[in-house]
């Protein structure tokens, strides 16, 4: 069969080599009429074998849809298939590809429920439906996909393993589909579940790697200008809160503290009542601002840990902008019609519980606030995904996120292409030594647990937070530093345009980087040998460790020179200064435990 044969008109062995790799508008959600050349090099390397499992991998925003019903009108033209069902995480996703296949000439009906059985109307060529529906009833899914040749697309297919029954009933159910499509933003779990229909190999530490058919990652769709560059926007600051064992803490976020501290002075940060997001959600309405003097519609949206933290956080930007926020909770039935409405609207803010982390198709996102204690890779690489779909060249994207070291990790690689990695299995040696070890760390750096956890007496509480513009990050580097919120420092950062190409982007944040730390240099009166960057006020450099031994040395100094036990010296620098023990005590309250030893042992030597 010739290229021709297929519709295709492929001049040449290499579609990148006749096709722009982007167009100046985007097209309607799967309805491109000319398609892109990642889409025609992957329809190339399926026609040349056409496998029964093809497994595609592309970046959230580059076109997995529009791929996917191409293909699929090609399979349904030269009668290869009969038949095209479509299996998608959401609700809302069905109609989303019902529509979208609509555009492509493809009838599917996404009201089709269990209950119908077989019959889903004649003037249909297939479905859309759930994962969640299938592993319902299984045997009844294949028996429809039995009943005439049939393609299966298979929308984010890693979802085949969210519950323990799922994968079985996927595979159950189309293990004897004709052909099956697996598309995937990320190809990676964040558990050991074997994702249905997808080729593991054997690496040589005994562990397994997902296979995939095409890829077309982040970094290449950047640089085809298909998706937009997005730039972190990095905010840290103090937080206090009281344990379940009454100790009342103090953390800054992006010290080196146990796990956690670093935990609850997250949850801290988070809390709608407080400082920290307060600042952070006015920032981010400042930065849309001058996004929409470029870009009129464009919108954000703030990706919210649970019910409550969303309702007020839209209570907040509504009372900041003045304008409705479209609030989407899992469990509501108008949820889709409201992101629909978003979608096709002009409004500012939109904030959603984890239903919009993946899927949903909102072109105009361009400002994004990351307020979920979520910190998965899968999780992060979906909820980014939100905001890097482009409409144009030249859109920039910016996502708000707090100064933890897992999302500061995962924001510096962002560009870095992930598999599905089963771990091997380990000997009982192995498995002794493994849990030994992590049962020294938690003894070791981790007994704040005990301290943290919810108990009758107490309960934890949020007690005050502030919020300080930390760095931006881009591509993988780091720009610019600490900032007060509304100070001409942050604004360098917040005030730069909506529409850059990714080299200019480099080369302005390189700017106000420079602009930046000369202010600070003058603020200062570092004037003569100013910094690179900008320094916070008695920055912190120390580990944890190394702040632990530094204040039992100073602690043995002031013992010798006052006479009094090591253990009642630090008794009276906790009455002093407050916080718990050594073992449990964050970075800042270590560090004010230091500074008073100094302050008292300069005293003596005067």
Not at 114 to 119: S, T
Not at 213 to 221: H, L, Q
Not at 511 to 524: G, I, N, V
């Amino acid at each position: 069969m010739t290229d021709s044969d297929h519709g295709l008109h492929l001049p040449g062995t290499s579609a990148a080599e006749h096709l722009p790799p982007a167009y100046p508008e985007r097209a309607a959600h799967g309805t491109a009429g000319t398609l892109r050349a990642w889409q025609e090099e992957a329809i190339r390397r399926y026609l040349e074998t056409e496998p029964r499992d093809f497994l595609a991998s592309a970046t959230p925003g580059a076109g997995k849809t529009t791929f996917a019903l191409r293909l699929a009108s090609i399979l349904r033209a030269n009668r290869t298939v009969d038949q095209v069902i479509v299996v998608a995480p959401t609700e809302h996703l069905k109609t989303q590809w019902a529509d979208a296949a609509a555009r492509a000439g493809i009838r599917l009906n996404p009201h089709y429920a269990n209950g119908d059985g077989l019959g889903y109307g004649g003037h249909f060529h297939g479905v859309a439906v759930t994962y969640a529906q299938v592993a319902m009833k299984p045997v009844q899914h294949r028996l429809l996909t039995e009943a005439t040749d049939t393609l299966v697309i298979l929308d984010e297919v890693h979802h085949g393993g969210d519950a323990l029954s799922w994968g079985d009933a996927i595979r159950e159910a189309y293990g004897t589909a004709k052909r099956r499509l697996s598309l995937t933003g990320t190809p990676f779990r964040s558990d050991d579940a074997p994702i249905p229909f997808v080729q593991y190999a054997p690496q040589g530490d005994g562990s397994k790697i997902s296979m995939t058919d095409y890829d077309y990652g982040y970094g290449r769709a950047l640089a085809d200008g298909i998706v937009r560059p997005v730039i972190f926007m990095v905010y840290a600051g103090k937080m206090r809160w009281q344990t379940s064992a009454g100790e009342e803490m103090e953390a800054a976020l992006g010290e080196g503290n146990t796990k956690d501290v670093t935990s609850q002075a997250w949850r801290t940060a988070l809390d709608p009542s407080g400082e920290w997001i307060a600042k952070v959600l006015q920032a981010a309405d400042r930065r849309l601002t001058e996004v929409r003097h470029q870009i009129h519609d464009a919108g954000g949206l703030v990706i919210a840990t649970d019910h409550a933290s969303a309702k007020a956080y839209a209570q907040q930007l509504h009372r900041l902008t003045g304008e409705e926020v479209a609030l989407i909770l899992s469990d509501d039935a108008g949820a889709s019609d409201r992101i629909d409405a978003f979608s096709k609207g002009d409004s500012r803010w939109m904030v959603a519980v984890r239903m919009v982390s993946e899927g949903v198709d909102v072109p105009r996102l361009a400002v994004g606030v990351y307020a979920t204690s979520s910190s998965t890779p899968l999780f992060f690489a979906q909820a980014i995904g939100r905001f890097v779909r482009s409409r144009r060249r030249g859109e920039v994207a910016s996502v708000f996120i707090p100064n933890v070291p897992a999302l500061m990790q995962l924001a510096a690689e962002l560009e870095k292409e992930r598999g599905h990695v089963l771990e091997g299995p380990k000997s009982a040696e192995e498995m002794w030594d493994a849990e030994a070890a992590l049962m020294a760390e938690a003894e070791r750096e981790d007994r704040a647990s005990s301290e943290l956890a919810e108990g009758e007496e107490f309960r934890y509480q949020a007690l005050g937070s502030d919020a300080h513009f930390d760095r931006a990050v881009f591509d993988g580097a780091e720009f610019g530093g600490y900032a007060e919120v509304e100070s001409e420092e942050e604004l360098d950062f917040l005030g730069f345009p909506g529409l850059l190409e990714p080299q200019e982007v480099r080369a302005l944040l390189q700017q106000r980087q420079a602009r930046q730390a000369k202010r600070s240099a003058t603020k200062q009166g570092l004037l003569e040998h100013p910094p690179e960057r900008a320094q916070a006020p008695e920055a912190l450099h120390r580990t944890l460790g190394e702040q632990r031994k530094l204040l039992n040395s100073l602690v043995g100094m002031w013992s010798k020179v006052s006479g009094e036990p090591h253990g009642a010296v630090h008794t009276e620098l906790r009455r002093v200064c407050g916080g718990p023990a050594v073992a449990q005590a964050s970075v800042t309250q270590l560090q004010k435990r230091i500074e008073l030893l100094r302050r008292r042992l300069r005293m003596s030597d005067g």
